[in-house]
């Protein structure tokens, strides 16, 4: 795994290059090349002449034999996708189901597409070797699925299990927020400490340091990690009821589900409908994402000055009104930056599309495979028996 995850970071290299590297002999690194060269993991791309001796070869982690498959579930759309491991997309799935579907007939239609990439696999003597799949909830530490708000059929189903169990492949599933990163932060998000506001019918943020999330493993069995769950700050005291059960959550006032059965004279029947409402001008709708932005960077600030937050993103289906409260989000920051820190902040919205949220499972895939303890440990609700 160390030789794998070397030529993952930095390949192509020569066995030297490896045992120096990894501080092993050479005849120790020759024997796990060996057996990962039999296992098609790694292949030798070219010779390396170094004057007299023997030419070295240069390996490299072998794209043809190599797959890794993200699986995404969100807002009437099943998807999926194999990438190789170099990121290279092989091939891709799209279908939707209607928002009544029976968990029967969506397990089967998941179960078809992964049947299909596993053919394709088969046909090319590939292997996947890990499948990400990421839908919304909330999970326990097995990765059995919980508290899905808008798809409860998947409540108490463990696709870790179940996709291991029936197809051979390891899983890991989670909710989007990796995806989002790998998918929003795929044009910048190195030297950069990113807040990704990911606003839909919900709301819910992503802050991140240099490309990585900053997440951390909740040691309370009552809490999930804190940071993703912005959205469910309580930000008014026996306030509106929100789609979680709790009372008075910012996404309660500024989720476009929410605010569409706020404002029932606009006819928005969600956050879609709103952000298209208020880009083809009518101004009712646009000063109400303008007052709903500016709820969410009173409530934001102190975790931006926290954290250092340097770049603010809105992506999803909020973020295709951004021009309709970009003007409103800097006169709320305003109120708290002094002139010249404000200057420093950037501001701006991601086109984050259903494409992007599937790279993005298919991206995971590959970083849960080569760096699987920076996932296992700060998934879900520790078990209450443990
Ligand atoms: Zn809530």
């Known amino acids: 795994m160390d030789v794998l ?48 001796g023997r030419p070295a070869h240069l390996w490299e982690l072998d794209p043809q034999y190599n797959l890794f498959m993200g699986i995404a579930i969100e807002n009437g759309t099943l998807q999926s996708e194999l990438i190789d491991c170099q990121g290279g997309v092989v091939d891709v799935q799209k279908e939707t189901y209607p928002a009544d579907i029976s968990f029967e007939l969506l397990h089967q239609r998941i179960f078809a597409q992964i049947k299909a990439f596993q053919k394709l696999a088969e046909a090319r003597e590939a292997q996947i070797r890990q499948c990400f799949l990421a839908s919304p909830g909330r999970r326990l530490e097995d990765g059995t699925i919980l508290q899905v708000v808008n798809l409860p059929i998947l409540n108490g189903w463990n696709p870790d299990r ?36 990911n606003w839909d019918d919900g709301f819910s943020a992503i802050f991140s340091s240099n490309g990585r ?7 309370s069995p009552k809490r999930v990690r804190a940071l993703w769950d912005v959205g469910h700050l309580c930000i008014e005291p026996n306030g509106r009821l929100c789609r979680c059960g709790k009372h008075g959550c910012l996404e309660a006032y500024v989720g476009g589900l929410a605010l569409a059965q706020m404002h029932p004279e606009l006819g928005c029947a969600d956050s879609r409908e709103l952000a298209q409402c208020a ?16 709820l969410v960077m009173r409530t934001l600030y102190t975790t931006f000055e926290l954290f250092g937050v340097d ?66 440990p700060v998934r879900g609700m520790h078990m209450a028996n443990n």
């Open 213 to 219: 999330q900053i997440i951390w493993p909740d040691p």
């Open 162 to 197: 179940d996709i291991e169990q029936t197809f051979g492949i390891p899983t890991f599933n989670d909710a989007f927020h990796t995806p989002t990163l790998q998918g929003a932060s795929e044009e910048d998000g190195a030297n950069s400490t990113m807040a990704l506001l």
């Open 5 to 52: 995850r070397l030529l993952f970071e930095k390949q192509p290299m020569d066995q030297t290059g490896v045992a120096r590297h990894l501080s092993i002999t050479r005849a120790a690194i020759n024997l796990h090349f060996l057996e990962l060269a039999a296992e098609h993991y790694i292949r030798p791309i070219a010779t390396q002449s170094k004057g007299r």
């Open 311 to 376: 770049t603010i993103v809105f992506v999803n289906t909020m973020a295709a009104a951004f021009p309709c409260f970009e003007e409103a989000a800097w006169a709320e920051l305003a109120k708290f930056y002094p002139a010249e820190e404000l200057k420093l902040l950037t501001l701006r919205h991601s086109p984050l599309t259903e494409d992007k949220l599937r790279h993005g499972s298919a991206l995971t895939a590959r970083q849960v495979f080569f760096y699987p303890e920076k996932f296992l």
């Open 279 to 294: 880009m083809a001008g009518n101004a009712a709708a646009a000063n109400l994402l303008r007052q709903a932005v500016g």
